[in-house]
């Protein structure tokens, strides 16, 4: 019984020592892919395209909101005027506006809204242009794992040596002063 725990122990131990082997020869990276992004040129005219895009909805909000706060004065001015059947009509009215705004706020900037689907549109050959430098330079440069901090992944320490946004840069042609951790 002895001799089993001996065996499991030593095999075990082989075991880690091999995991800490193969660990040691893996080469990591990481890259933050937004601050990428902001410093390609083709990044500037996307985001003015949309800010232009979102102006007109912008200002439809603000049309929606100047009409709630004009019915919302209006009733707490003439309440006691009205009947209990007008009051109900116009809380309704009143109502009805807040869920009309509260719609057209999700169908434009929700989660699945216009902005975000042309946003999606307009930014993938971008990202498909920093995909493709990164796995360059992940094939040239033999990295085993390269992360990307900018959104999901967060990285509490990252040692600056494994920084690969100035290479990216490079491999996109773009000058870099200082693309930053």
């Known amino acids: ?50 800010e232009l895009m979102t102006v007109s909805w912008r200002e439809e909000l603000q049309r929606m ?45 929700g989660a699945g809204g216009e902005y975000f689907q042309w946003q999606r549109e307009l930014l993938e050959p971008i990202q498909r242009q920093i995909f493709d430098a990164m796995h360059r330079i992940a094939a040239r440069e033999r990295y085993d794992f390269i992360l990307d901090r900018s959104e999901g992944v967060r990285l509490l320490y990252a040692n600056p040596e494994w920084n690969l946004n100035d290479l990216v840069l490079t491999e996109l042609g773009i000058e870099s002063e200082d693309a930053g951790n």
């Open 1 to 50: 019984m002895k001799s089993m725990y001996t065996c499991i122990s030593v095999l075990t131990l082989t075991a880690l020592w091999s995991a800490d082997a193969l660990q040691a020869q893996q080469k990591i990276g990481f890259i933050d892919s937004d601050l990428i992004m902001e410093k390609m040129p083709e990044y500037e005219g996307i985001e003015q395209r949309l």
């Open 65 to 109: 909101d100047r009409e709630i706060d004009r019915l919302e004065e209006e009733f707490e001015l003439r309440e006691v005027l009205f009947t209990d059947e007008v009051r109900a009509d116009r809380l309704r009215e009143i109502e009805e506006r807040v869920v009309q705004r509260e719609l057209y706020l999700e169908e434009k900037f």
